[in-house]
């Protein structure tokens, strides 16, 4: 089952715009992740946010947490070609949080 | 530092038969993870090992079983192959830390079809 819902399913914008992706989430966490996968390729983590935390930065990425609203969000920055991907959220499935459940993803796409 | 790197990258069964998917993890990782990523889906949580025993495992039936060996690498096994089964196999490797924030590393995956 999918625990995180990312919306929207798909986005596309062009240079230098900023992107923002939304992920709902069902039951309670330790923490976020974000990951982010280029077509047919591995996932690559991007960030994680604990529980405790509201906000997080990583360079052009900026992710927000609301805990009570069970949802997060990842806005990427003047974004770039090289930034087309899908783009998931992940929740901790036990308490070691080291096994997560991923959405379905928001593929972003990105135009020069 | 050597990534995660999985083995074979693409592969197609008959229906019925049997495969094995193997992984090497990132060295000083102690955790290796499965996932199932169907065309279009996010990845699927299969089972964890951490030193050679399971450690959790997902909605999968026992048709899907693993292997963990002593220099971490891994193997995923699946018997009876069916149709569904036709999907993005992903392997990831952490470091098992007791405040349970270790990012997951990724290798590219084994593409299965199964016809």
């Known amino acids: 089952s999918q625990q995180g819902e990312e919306d929207p399913q798909a986005l596309s914008i062009q240079e230098g715009e900023n992107a923002t992706m939304n992920c709902s989430y069902k039951?309670?966490?330790?923490?976020l992740q974000w990951y982010r996968q280029n077509s047919g390729r591995g996932l690559v983590h991007l960030i994680l946010?604990?529980?405790?935390?509201r906000e997080k930065h990583s360079g052009r990425l900026r992710v927000t947490l609301d805990t009570s609203k069970k949802s997060s969000s990842l806005l990427i920055t003047a974004s770039r070609a090289a930034d087309t991907a899908s783009y998931f959220c992940?929740?901790?499935?036990?308490?070691?949080?080291?096994?997560?459940?991923f959405g379905k993803g928001t593929t972003l796409s990105v135009s020069s | 530092e050597t990534g995660v790197t999985q083995s074979p990258t693409h592969l197609i069964k008959t229906r019925g038969q049997q495969v094995t998917l193997r992984c090497s993890s990132q060295?000083?990782?102690?955790?290796v993870s499965w996932y199932q990523q169907a065309l279009g889906q996010g990845p699927q949580f299969i089972f964890q090992y951490y030193r050679e025993e399971e450690n959790g495992r997902g909605n999968f039936p026992p048709r899907f079983s693993g292997l963990q060996f002593p220099n971490y690498s891994s193997e995923l096994n699946v018997n009876a192959l069916e149709l569904d089964d036709s999907a993005l196999y992903l392997c990831?490797?952490?470091?098992?830390?007791?405040?349970?924030?270790?990012?997951?590393?990724f290798g590219n995956g084994t593409r299965l079809t199964v016809t």
């Open positions: 039951t309670s966490i330790n923490n």
């Open positions: 992940a929740t901790d499935f036990n308490q070691a949080g080291t096994a997560l459940i």
């Open positions: 990831a490797s952490s470091f098992l830390q007791g405040s349970g924030d270790s990012p997951l590393h």
């Open positions: 060295s000083g990782h102690n955790t």
């Open positions: 946010i604990r529980s405790n935390e």
